[in-house]
């Protein structure tokens, strides 16, 4: 199954290439895991596997004490084609007569990647959830 794929990536390594979950595709890192006395916490890194433009990324630390995840922070750094057709969605949406404020460009460009590829976030959310769970 992918999820233990994934739990075996990340606790034991090596990295899990090319991994599909609920049809997408992840890379999936070995995490740094330290423990002192009953405290463990994990960092880790999973990317979204997009062909023919740069991976969207997820950074996720989870820290546990006992049984209970104390916290957990997710930081997602976007690939795909954003940052580069963010000037001709701008250049398009005046032309068309709708012009789209500067600082909405990078949104609408994340709907459009949302009908082409999913929303993969919410899959690779699952996949730290189980993290935090087998920590």
Do not use: C
């Not at 990295?15 to 992840?26: C, G, I, T, Y």
């Amino acid at each position: 199954m992918s999820i233990e794929r994934a739990m075996k990536a990340v606790f034991k390594g090596p990295e899990a290439k090319k991994l599909e979950v609920m049809d997408h595709e992840f890379n999936v890192k070995p995490a740094s895991i330290s423990r002192n006395g009953k405290k463990r916490t994990a960092n880790g890194q999973i990317s979204h596997h997009l062909s023919f433009r740069p991976d969207d990324q997820m950074y996720y630390t989870i820290v546990k004490q006992g049984d209970i995840v104390t916290s957990q922070e997710v930081k997602v750094a976007r690939g795909g084609v954003s940052p580069l057709v963010a000037p001709l969605i701008s250049a398009a949406s005046a032309y068309m007569g709708k012009p789209v404020p500067p600082d909405k460009v990078e949104e609408v460009g994340r709907g459009l990647g949302r009908l082409v590829e999913g929303s993969w976030d919410e899959v690779a959310q699952l996949i730290v959830a189980n993290v935090a769970l087998r920590l």
